[in-house]
Structure formats: structure tokens, C-alpha cells
């Protein structure tokens, strides 16, 4: 994920108390980003959503095969084709978006297809 784009994540999920915190983010977040982000916000949207399963979690629409590839494949900056608020890719699977990416581990090639153990056991 670009780290402009995990920084408005992380303001938008802090509660309205926390607005030191949020200041200390806004400083951190480009002026371009930041004045498109407020625009949404004052217009009553989500000014950042998540991308579950090719899904845009603000307006509920598939976004496109190329751009759900692009929000995969790159960490960059991208809008939602629809609604326009800014967008991350998640998976159902994770609770957060932070989950670590292992990259080139020497074993990934190696990994068989995991079969769950009660499986296993029902073949003999
Ligand atoms: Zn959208």
C-alpha cells in the first residue's frame, strides 16, 4: 500500500476525540491528497474505502478487471472509477489491512496445496 494512502487509512479510522493524532497525520499526508480526501469527506462520503474482492466498500460497484489489477499490483494512489474516493485493496480474509507481504520467501515455491488436517484424515 502506498504510505500516503496507510496514513489516511489511519486517520480515518480514528475516532473524533482523537484529533491531535489526526493533525500529527494531516502533516504527514500530501496537500493534493488531503484537499481531494476533505472535498469527499465534506460532501458527506468516505473519503477512503477498502477493496474487498474486486468491490468498492464506499459505493458497493466492481471496479473494473484493469483497475482492480492495478490496486493489486502497484502501491500507488488510486481512486475509485465510480464514486471517487480514494481506495486500497483488502482481502475478506484479513482483519487488517496491514498484513505483512512475504515477498520472495525461499519455501513459497516449494508449498504444497495445504489440506486441512480433518481432511486428511478422512482419507485413508
Ligand atoms: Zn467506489
Do not use: W
Not at 484537499?35 to 466492481?62: E, N
Not at 480514494?86 to 520467501?105: C, D, F, K, T
Not at 513459497?108 to 495445504?114: I, L, S, V, W
Amino acid at each position: 500500500m502506498h504510505p500516503a494512502i496507510q496514513k489516511l487509512v489511519d486517520m480515518d479510522h480514528l475516532p473524533a476525540t482523537a484529533s491531535a493524532q489526526a493533525q500529527a497525520l494531516r502533516a504527514e499526508i500530501p496537500a493534493e491528497l488531503l484537499a481531494h480526501y476533505d472535498r469527499l469527506k465534506a460532501r458527506r462520503k468516505k473519503g477512503i474505502a477498502p477493496v474487498i474482492d474486486g468491490t468498492c466498500q464506499s459505493c458497493y460497484l466492481h471496479l473494473s478487471t484493469s483497475a482492480a489489477a492495478r490496486l493489486r499490483d502497484k502501491d500507488d494512489v488510486d481512486l475509485c472509477e465510480n464514486c471517487g474516493c480514494y481506495i486500497y485493496p483488502l482481502r475478506a480474509a484479513e482483519p487488517s489491512a496491514v498484513a505483512p507481504r512475504n515477498g520472495q520467501s525461499p519455501s513459497a515455491h516449494q508449498r504444497k496445496p495445504t489440506i486441512p488436517v480433518a481432511n486428511q484424515q478422512q482419507v485413508v
